[in-house]
């Protein structure tokens, strides 16, 4: 099919609700590394990596390699037999959490289907129903994701699911509570407990957040946020969930998941994304006291698949044998340091935050009044598209870069994507 063909045809049979960046479809034909091509052979560095998926480079040789050895000796069986991938992935997952606390794994298809997984867990172990989400989050597109997602533009008319209220993020460039840190003293994290008293009956099944806020614009809390809201959610009862979709795998740099940078070690992990570059698979891996909760029977018809399963064992020994943890961090900050010369010169940039290799520009018609760029966001888009560079979009008011390369991308591939990104800047402004 040629690219016109390949367009319309997604128009008549695709659902139209489904989101694309760009206001002509762009049709992407094939990949290598920190590159994709479109259907015309146009060349793009690629620092999205697939909404924060692409971990390792697209078509990693090593993860490829092991994946084409799995596919010829076997790729379903379901969960109803044990294989060797899934329990071999299951151990290794074991061997990375915070503290070796969490330990035994349940295998889905994505984030939402993990995120489900975890809410039901928490409920089967406190004997509690109700939830404390945050707003701005993302969590998934089932019913419940997007009940616990605080964002109205995600949910569109579906009814929501009772049982969730949603907590302050700690936005600290749009503070709720008109605050600077750190003399607010954390006042969104001590909020929960408030929320808590007049929302819920007081007694809470646990907490669901990410780390760093992934479609919300990759807003990152002060160090302190979660420790607060650790102690408040344990004291009544709950358990503490961090949804490591986007921000696990060694991509805030320096450690395995974004919550061990906030020192807290919760009891469910759910991710999925950049856990097998690609590969669909979702994850929620627990304390064994909660995992061994859930006592009625179930399954996953795909999760922990052989494929899948081989895919993530891959990606996460790649990570540990290439030392990935180090370059987020070093490569992160190289980043992060071309990002502020950005600001410095571009007054559309009104924030620059995030950690490692996940970053993101917050635009801005004027930084005195932080009024939203939506307009220029999405010119910006357009012009990255010319220039050969796709860098993501979000927040709930449609103005934050999302930017998220392969995790083994060198000091070279920054130099190259801060060229184009500021050739871009100039034309969108």
């Not at 060198?410 to 402004?429: G, I, M, N, P, R």
Request: proline share 4%; hydrophobic share 40%; glycine share 10%.
């Amino acid at each position: 099919m040629t690219r016109d063909e390949i367009i319309l045809a997604s128009e008549k049979y695709l659902f139209p609700a489904v989101m694309h960046l760009f206001k002509e479809r762009l049709v992407i034909a094939r990949a290598k590394d920190q590159y994709v091509w479109d259907a015309d052979g146009k060349q793009y560095l690629d620092f999205f990596g697939g909404i924060v998926t692409i971990s390792v480079g697209h078509l990693n040789d090593e993860v490829r390699r092991k994946v084409h050895e799995q596919v010829d000796t076997l790729h379903h069986v379901s969960t109803l037999f044990a294989t060797e991938p899934q329990v071999a992935l299951a151990q290794t997952v074991a061997s990375v959490t915070p503290e070796g606390a969490l330990s035994k794994s349940f295998f889905t298809n994505s984030g939402t289907e993990a995120n489900e997984t975890a809410i039901m867990l928490a409920r089967c172990y406190t004997g509690h129903s109700e939830i404390i989400a945050l707003r701005h989050s993302y969590h998934g597109r089932s019913a419940l994701g997007t009940t616990l997602t605080g964002q109205g533009s995600w949910r569109g008319n579906t009814a929501p699911q009772p049982g969730v209220v949603h907590a302050h993020n700690a936005y600290c460039y749009r503070c709720p509570f008109g605050l600077t840190y750190p003399s607010c003293n954390v006042k969104c994290a001590q909020d929960v407990e408030d929320l808590i008293r007049t929302t819920t009956t007081g007694e809470i099944a646990g907490f669901i957040a990410e780390p760093i806020q992934g479609v919300g614009g990759f807003i990152t809390p002060p160090k302190e946020y979660f420790s607060i809201i650790e102690e408040i959610v344990r004291k009544h009862g709950g358990l503490f969930i961090s949804d490591e979709v986007q921000t696990g795998w060694g991509r805030t740099g320096g450690k395995w998941f974004g919550i061990e940078q906030y020192g807290v070690v919760p009891d469910v992990i759910t991710s999925a994304k950049g856990m097998a570059n690609g590969f669909p698979i979702g994850l929620t891996v627990a304390r064994p006291e909660v995992a061994d909760s859930m006592k009625f029977m179930t399954l996953s018809t795909f999760g922990g698949n052989p494929v899948t399963s081989t895919a993530a064992k891959a990606v996460i020994d790649y990570v540990r044998e290439k030392d990935l943890l180090t370059n987020c961090t070093e490569v992160g900050g190289y980043l992060r340091g071309k990002l502020e010369e950005l600001q410095a010169k571009h007054a559309l940039i009104g924030d620059v935050r995030g950690m490692g290799l996940m970053q993101a520009l917050e635009l801005v018609e004027d930084r005195e009044t932080k009024e939203p760029a939506a307009r220029v966001t999405l010119a910006l888009l357009e012009a990255a598209r010319r220039n050969g560079l796709l860098i993501g979009k979000g927040g709930l008011y449609g103005n934050v870069i999302r930017i998220s390369p392969p995790m083994n991308i060198a000091k070279s591939d920054v130099d190259e994507f801060v060229k184009l990104l500021d050739l871009s800047l100039a034309e969108a402004a």
